[in-house]
């Protein structure tokens, strides 16, 4: 099956910084990559998704960047606000939409 | 729309015990997932039905895990005899089919 890695595993930004968050997956047939946030004690939430037949997906601070060749993605959120803090989770399927996750990153962003 | 429903929302059981979980997707999603989330690990896949059919069950521990969807709605998962290390918060989650699975609020497992 799919294997995803996820880095950094911690991430600690300042207020209005930008956070960068990257994912690899092993198998090159997975054309789906959905980003799920995750708060303490809640569970896991959609915020962006892109598919292998785009390079890249904006939503107002949010951004997913897609790099087929060398089989990785990044999540990018800019102008970080306190309430962007939580844990965020990559994730790859193929067509039988096997969702696997990555490790995770925690992000905390300093007021 | 009403989300994915989960029940117990918590448990604690001795080893050795059996416990069942349940899952009532959201109405009309044909795939159905069984994760399990040890405490600051990502979800791991246990098993995957696209309606009332097994896709993928390959990281299920299937001496002690077992799971069924009769009908093609509900879903329970079973662990039985429980160990130490099953213990974390198993999500159940839920999709159209080609897209993001939208998960239930879990339920946090307590293995003594």
């Known amino acids: 099956g799919e294997n995803v890695e996820q880095h950094p595993s911690t991430l600690s930004v300042q207020e209005g910084d930008s956070a960068v968050i990257k994912c690899t997956y092993s198998?090159?047939?997975?054309?789906?990559f959905p980003w799920y946030k995750q708060e303490l004690g809640k569970r896991p939430q959609l915020i962006i998704d892109?598919?292998?037949?785009?390079g890249e997906k904006k939503d107002q601070r949010i951004a997913v960047t897609l790099n087929k060749t060398a089989k990785h993605f990044s999540l990018h959120i800019t102008e970080t606000q306190p309430e962007d803090s939580a844990v965020y989770f990559c994730?790859?399927?193929?067509?039988?939409?096997?969702?696997?996750f990555g490790a995770g990153t925690r992000l905390t962003v300093k007021p | 729309e009403a989300g994915v429903a989960q029940s117990p929302r918590y448990k604690i059981i001795e080893k050795r015990q059996s416990v069942a979980f349940w899952c009532n997707p959201i109405?009309?999603?044909?795939?159905l997932y069984w994760y399990q989330q040890i405490l600051g690990q990502g979800p791991k896949l246990l098993i995957q039905?696209?309606?009332?059919?097994?896709?993928?069950d390959s990281q299920l521990p299937k001496d002690r895990f077992s799971a069924e969807r009769l009908k093609g709605v509900d879903s329970t998962l079973k662990i039985q005899p429980a160990k130490l290390e099953d213990s974390a918060v198993y999500l159940c989650?839920?999709?159209?089919?080609?897209?993001?699975?939208?998960f239930g609020p879990g339920t946090r497992l307590t293995v003594l």
């Open positions: 989650a839920s999709s159209l089919g080609i897209g993001a699975p939208f």
């Open positions: 198998d090159s047939a997975s054309n789906y």
């Open positions: 892109i598919r292998s037949n785009v």
């Open positions: 994730a790859a399927s193929m067509r039988n939409n096997d969702m696997r």
């Open positions: 109405s009309g999603h044909a795939t």
């Open positions: 039905f696209q309606n009332n059919g097994v896709v993928d």
